[in-house]
């Protein structure tokens, strides 16, 4: 009879760690269990239950009796922060061939290697994109809870593809620990206070504050650095992929500047040469005992 392993949310790589390795060491195969999320629901129905916290509870096996590369152990807490449901029977699947099937290690062509692989660079990139494209707006007192008398609190809006928030939350942490700052998704949102990172369910987009005066600004700038004559649409869009043009600013502009591109390209092949400016050097200061004139 299959087992129902629940995990407590979309992100318990602990629940999954604790409770792979005693059901490995049980000898459980993978075709056995069902791996259950509370927000995801199961995949299976299933005869019988396991709750991971209590197989975490329980006495676990030497750590000899479980070796695995240290490279899997990586590989494996950034798959299981991929979007795809079945990610926790793939880890585990994985786990046991890899103590089951001694040649799995050198084979980079095996299909749930590279499954696992393509899954793990999809979260890498989702983690880069958050890095690149979230923008802060400051709120201050009376506006979307701005503290009387303090300093503005910077809020954000990104819709990430997969369960990064919490594992780059650090990231944000260190790069913005001078500001109070918080940044909103759908599914799970986090806030640094100045002391503390902080974590709660997801949230609406109407709870973001609008765009403020340092938007425009911003577009401002973006248009004059905008340089025609080195448009890459194609290179663009698999930096900036479209899916998160609505939650940018700048994007706004891209399609009317990419537009005249080849018109202000022209423009600049066709205009006259600009000349230097006359080269003037800088007059020194007069030392002690030395007269002008």
Same mark, same amino acid.
């Given at each position: 009879? *299959?087992?129902?392993?629940?995990?407590?949310?979309?992100t318990?790589?602990?629940?999954?760690k604790?409770?792979?390795?005693r059901?490995?060491v049980?000898g459980?195969?993978?075709?056995?269990?069902?791996?259950?999320c509370?927000?995801?629901?199961?995949?299976?129905?299933a005869?019988?239950?396991?709750?991971?916290?209590?197989?975490?509870?329980?006495?676990?096996?030497?750590?000899?009796?479980?070796?695995?590369?240290?490279?899997?152990v990586?590989?494996?807490e950034?798959?299981?922060?991929?979007?795809?449901?079945?990610?926790?029977a793939?880890?585990y699947?994985?786990?046991?061939?890899?103590?089951?099937?001694p040649?799995?290690?050198?084979?980079?062509?095996? *299909?749930d290697?590279?499954l696992?692989?393509?899954?793990?660079?999809?979260?890498?990139?989702?983690?880069?994109?958050?890095?690149?494209?979230?923008?802060?707006t400051?709120?201050?007192?009376?506006?979307?809870?701005?503290?009387?008398?303090?300093?503005?609190?910077h809020?954000a809006?990104?819709?990430?593809?997969?369960?990064?928030?919490?594992?780059n939350?650090?990231?944000?942490?260190?790069?913005?620990?001078?500001?109070?700052?918080?940044?909103?998704?759908?599914e799970r949102?986090?806030?640094?206070?100045?002391?503390?990172?902080q974590?709660?369910?997801g949230?609406?987009?109407?709870?973001?504050?609008?765009?403020?005066?340092?938007?425009?600004?911003?577009?401002?700038?973006?248009?004059?650095?905008?340089?025609?004559?080195?448009?890459?649409?194609a290179?663009?869009?698999?930096e900036?992929?479209?899916?998160y043009?609505?939650?940018?600013?700048?994007?706004?502009?891209?399609?009317?500047l990419?537009?005249?591109?080849?018109?202000?390209?022209?423009?600049?092949?066709?205009?006259? *040469?600009?000349l230097?400016?006359p080269?003037?050097?800088?007059?020194?200061?007069?030392?002690?005992?030395?007269?002008?004139?």
């Amino acid at each position: 009879m *299959p087992q129902t392993i629940h995990l407590d949310g979309p992100t318990d790589i602990a629940g999954f760690k604790h409770a792979a390795r005693r059901l490995l060491v049980q000898g459980v195969p993978p075709e056995a269990l069902v791996w259950s999320c509370e927000d995801e629901g199961t995949l299976w129905g299933a005869d019988s239950e396991l709750d991971a916290s209590a197989a975490a509870e329980a006495p676990q096996p030497p750590a000899s009796l479980v070796r695995v590369p240290p490279a899997f152990v990586a590989l494996c807490e950034r798959v299981l922060l991929h979007r795809e449901p079945r990610r926790f029977a793939l880890m585990y699947r994985l786990l046991w061939r890899l103590t089951h099937e001694p040649r799995l290690r050198g084979d980079p062509l095996d *299909p749930d290697w590279r499954l696992a692989e393509g899954m793990a660079r999809a979260v890498d990139r989702d983690i880069h994109k958050m890095r690149a494209f979230v923008r802060f707006t400051p709120v201050w007192e009376g506006e979307q809870g701005g503290e009387p008398g303090g300093e503005p609190r910077h809020i954000a809006w990104f819709e990430p593809q997969h369960h990064i928030v919490e594992a780059n939350a650090d990231f944000f942490r260190r790069r913005f620990a001078q500001m109070r700052w918080a940044i909103l998704t759908p599914e799970r949102c986090v806030e640094w206070d100045g002391q503390a990172l902080q974590f709660r369910p997801g949230a609406r987009r109407e709870e973001a504050p609008a765009p403020d005066a340092g938007a425009a600004l911003w577009l401002t700038y973006y248009q004059h650095i905008f340089n025609p004559a080195r448009l890459k649409l194609a290179q663009m869009r698999k930096e900036m992929p479209q899916r998160y043009w609505h939650n940018l600013p700048e994007a706004r502009l891209i399609t009317p500047l990419s537009q005249a591109a080849a018109a202000r390209s022209q423009g600049m092949v066709a205009a006259e *040469p600009t000349l230097p400016r006359p080269y003037k050097p800088m007059q020194r200061g007069l030392g002690e005992g030395q007269a002008a004139g």
